[in-house]
């Protein structure tokens, strides 16, 4: 049985979540009402051997949490499971503003200490996390993956007045989709060059370029880019939002898809894309081969010359499109969001981090109380957060 819990604060600590919040969709309203009637701390009960299941990313700029969530494990006596979605800040600090990645460090580098067991996506993300572990010579728990699904998750059944307008300017026009948030590591810098050069190379017949996912916080500047360039302001449209029903019409409808994202734990859009019978161009780093090596499109992510072509290829010719995608209606098999279900469940009987190997006090350790990186397996619950002096 699921029982879903939300961190209030370290005054707080965690309260329940009704179940029916999850599945009307309406936990945004639910944790804000909740936060302005000031609840107090409560002690929650659970069965013996449960299993606490961290999915969202809390802990990445705040180590206050970081903490919680272990000591409440413990307290609990809970198996501690946290997913690691990837580790981008760790590998390109550059992409963040200056100190976030260095916090981020900080706070994974407890996270995996205080973990029983982590969670990945992808065999790339497994590697990463055990490269990040002994660079920062801490002890990995056991790591188990699951695969995400390549089915839309149906939130939202209703078409929204944005949504509409997409479909009628799309209506008719071939275009090319491409799901996700920009900013620098989606790579649209290169998707910005390559329909440059389709204008060039094409003219009026260069295929139109939808993007789905709005503008992320270090995308403003190619976006503005991409608007206000008269070569190519008329064919790339940025959407900044859309509802389910607008995007599973976008897929269906478009040409082929593009993901050139410089890095990813898994990448979402590629399975999508595949699950419709569209082709996929994908970048060929980090999680993205591993999906559907075979009928996925795999380019390097530096290469203009190449994704141009290789558009332009497959817009020019209805034979081509008509091939490939017949391979990918025969040979991808669609993983639904209930079989992803059934692998975290999987995940959670898997061997679990030796608890008391991890936490005894060997002769002569030295617990610097002040570092919280590094004193998590000796604190156990009681202790409030580390402060530079040391920790109460």
Not at 71 to 96: C, E, I, K, N
Request: glycine share 6%; hydrophobic share 40%.
């Amino acid at each position: 049985k699921a029982r879903f819990i939300f961190y209030h604060s370290t005054a707080v600590g965690f309260l329940d979540v009704p179940p029916e919040v999850i599945r009307d969709n309406v936990l945004v309203p639910f944790i804000a009402r909740l936060r302005s009637a000031k609840p107090s701390k409560r002690d929650l009960c659970f069965n013996f051997g449960s299993q606490l299941v961290a999915v969202g990313s809390s802990w990445m700029q705040n180590a206050e949490y970081a903490i919680e969530l272990k000591q409440f494990a413990r307290h609990a006596g809970l198996t501690l499971s946290v997913l690691m979605h990837d580790l981008t800040p760790a590998l390109f600090p550059h992409w963040y503003l200056p100190g976030y990645s260095e916090r981020w460090a900080s706070n994974c580098s407890s996270i995996i200490q205080v973990a029983d067991r982590l969670l990945v996506y992808s065999d790339s993300t497994t590697r990463d996390v055990l490269a990040f572990a002994d660079k920062q010579g801490v002890e990995a728990p056991p790591i188990a993956k699951i695969r995400l699904a390549d089915e839309i998750g149906m939130l939202t059944l209703q078409v929204t007045k944005e949504g509409e307008a997409v479909q009628r300017m799309m209506k008719g026009q071939p275009f090319v989709l491409c799901v996700g948030a920009i900013h620098i590591r989606k790579n649209y810098t290169l998707l910005y060059d390559v329909w440059t050069m389709l204008n060039e190379s094409m003219g009026m017949a260069a295929p139109h370029l939808v993007i789905v996912g709005g503008v992320g916080w270090n995308g403003a500047e190619i976006a503005r880019v991409m608007r206000e360039d008269p070569r190519v302001s008329a064919r790339i449209h940025i959407v900044e939002s859309i509802d389910d029903l607008s995007l599973e019409w976008l897929y269906s409808h478009a040409l082929m898809t593009v993901y050139p994202s410089l890095y990813e734990g898994w990448g979402l859009p590629v399975g999508e894309s595949l699950a419709h019978g569209k082709i996929c161009l994908s970048s060929n780093s980090s999680s993205m081969p591993e999906i559907a090596r075979e009928l996925t499109d795999l380019l390097d992510p530096l290469d203009r010359a190449a994704w141009a072509a290789r558009i332009q290829h497959y817009a020019s010719s209805r034979s081509s499109r008509a091939r490939q995608e017949a391979r990918i209606r025969a040979g991808f098999a669609i993983t639904p969001w209930s079989t992803t279900a059934t692998h975290i469940v999987d995940a959670l009987k898997q061997p679990a981090r030796d608890r008391g190997k991890v936490e005894a006090y060997n002769m002569g350790d030295v617990i610097v109380t002040s570092d919280t990186g590094r004193e998590n397996p000796y604190l156990s619950s009681g202790w409030y957060r580390p402060e530079n002096w040391g920790c109460w």
